[in-house]
């Protein structure tokens, strides 16, 4: 029987990474098969082309650049990770897929949704999450909780850019609503896991 394939999205500071960690436990506790990953990133080839991505020095990086790149490390990743892990029967759990490439390179570096469409079914092998959670907060908000750390090329980007991110993100889990679980990410963490179970059917 196949896997269940489920992603985490959100803008910059949503709380993405530690509800992943929460799932990762309770999946552990339970003895369930999963797999948790990353986007972009995951397997070898994919985390070599993340750290060129995410590099503040590559300021230069074309916004056609970064598309391809994204969706080159997807490419690896959904073919030698996320495929096999989810005809094994394993739940994968990954922080963001391709709805992100959506929300920054469509909406945020108004690429064409077109060509982003013809790049995701090849580089996915058409392979679509069976549910994706939102965390949505506001942008003021997620980028505040990131003050301190070391920012990454595109956590440095302008509020503005930030903002289209988060609209866009919202604009797609309207437009598929059937896959998509949309989460207040300004709730305490244990509350929104507990929400995340029980959309899952864990409790």
Do not use: W
């Not at 992603?7 to 990474?17: A, N, V, W």
């Not at 970064?66 to 739940?91: F, V, W």
């Not at 994968?92 to 949704?113: F, H, M």
Request: glycine share 6%; hydrophobic share 40%; aromatic share 8%.
């Amino acid at each position: 029987m196949r896997g269940k394939f489920i992603t985490f999205e959100g803008i910059e500071g949503c709380g993405k990474s530690t509800q992943v960690r929460l799932l990762e436990a309770f999946l552990q506790g339970q003895e369930i098969p999963y797999l948790k990953t990353r986007e972009p990133g995951g397997t070898p080839i994919a985390e070599a082309i993340r750290r060129i991505l995410l590099d503040p020095a590559c300021r230069e990086m074309l916004p056609e650049t970064e598309l391809l790149l994204y969706n080159a490390s997807r490419c690896q990743h959904t073919g030698e990770l996320i495929i096999p892990a989810l005809e094994a029967g394993k739940i994968v759990i990954c922080d963001r897929y391709y709805d992100s490439t959506y929300a920054y390179q469509g909406a945020a570096r108004d690429l064409d949704d077109e060509i982003i469409d013809t790049l995701t079914a090849y580089a996915t092998f058409h392979t679509v999450p069976d549910l994706t959670i939102l965390l949505d907060l506001p942008v003021e908000q997620g980028l505040e909780r990131i003050k301190g750390r070391n920012l990454d090329r595109l956590e440095l980007e302008d509020i503005s850019f930030h903002q289209k991110v988060r609209q866009q993100f919202l604009f797609i889990a309207k437009k598929q609503a059937s896959r998509y679980l949309v989460l207040d990410g300004s709730k305490a963490p244990e509350d929104l896991h507990q929400e995340i179970l029980r959309a899952l059917k864990f409790c």
